[in-house]
């Protein structure tokens, strides 16, 4: 996706904590989105954040913004085999219809 | 509710070839998108349109058409198939001005072109 880049894959163990980075470029961005995509199917919203907010928690969930570099990432706690995935991060940009994906990260957890 | 909707799962077409990929969704939603996803590239926006009748280009609309003629019914058309064209096709859909509300994604169709 155009302006929103993602490191590829990311490998952890299970029980461990996973942090998933994403940089964007467009200053206007409103809202930031992580999604997760199961084998098979399609995107799924985990989490949002406003780009006003520092951070957001939910649940095993913690999104972290970072407006001045630009830097989202979501960190997902005690990480079990269910969350192998690939999370996608997202920016829909203010007053218009568009939704920027990246390029996903294939996350693997390791029993 | 069966949400977003897209049909077949599954083609293999000729090069040359032509077919449509049918969108449907139940949620009254006024924006609805096809995205193409590639290994290593994400999502990127094929078409887009904001409500019956009109349509829009995205980032990547060379080689395909589109047509909203009814409100719930987003059709992507490919009139002579690439392989280039090889790809999982995802239609999304969401609300008009909620832009806290997320894109509501169908399971995808998977398309090859030989």
């Known amino acids: 996706g155009e302006d929103v880049e993602q490191s590829l894959f990311l490998s952890v163990r299970e029980g461990d904590s996973s942090v998933i980075n994403c940089t964007y470029t467009?200053?206007?961005?409103?809202?930031l989105y992580w999604y997760k995509q199961e084998p098979g199917a399609g995107l799924q919203l985990l989490t949002y954040i406003f780009s006003n907010m520092d951070m957001k928690q939910d649940q095993r969930l913690t999104v972290l913004l970072n407006k001045k570099d630009k830097h989202l990432s979501l960190r997902i706690a005690d990480t079990q085999t269910g969350d192998s995935a690939i999370y996608f991060c997202?920016?829909?940009?203010?007053?218009?219809?568009?939704?920027?994906f990246g390029t996903g990260t294939r996350l693997k957890v390791l029993a | 509710n069966a949400g977003v909707t897209q049909t077949p799962k599954f083609r293999v077409l000729k090069t040359g070839q032509s077919m449509t990929l049918l969108c449907a969704q139940d949620m009254n939603h006024e924006y609805m998108y096809w995205y193409r996803q590639d290994p290593g590239m994400g999502l990127r926006l094929i078409h887009y349109s904001v409500g019956e009748g009109t349509t829009a280009k995205g980032e990547v609309p060379d080689g395909y058409n589109v047509s909203r003629l009814k409100k719930q019914n987003f059709l992507l058309g490919l009139e002579s198939a690439a392989p280039s064209q090889t790809s999982v096709y995802f239609c999304a859909s969401y609300p008009r001005r909620t832009f806290n509300s997320p894109l509501h994604f169908g399971n995808g169709t998977r398309l090859t072109v030989t």
């Open positions: 997202a920016e829909s940009r203010g007053g218009t219809y568009k939704y920027i």
């Open positions: 467009d200053s206007s961005s409103t809202y």
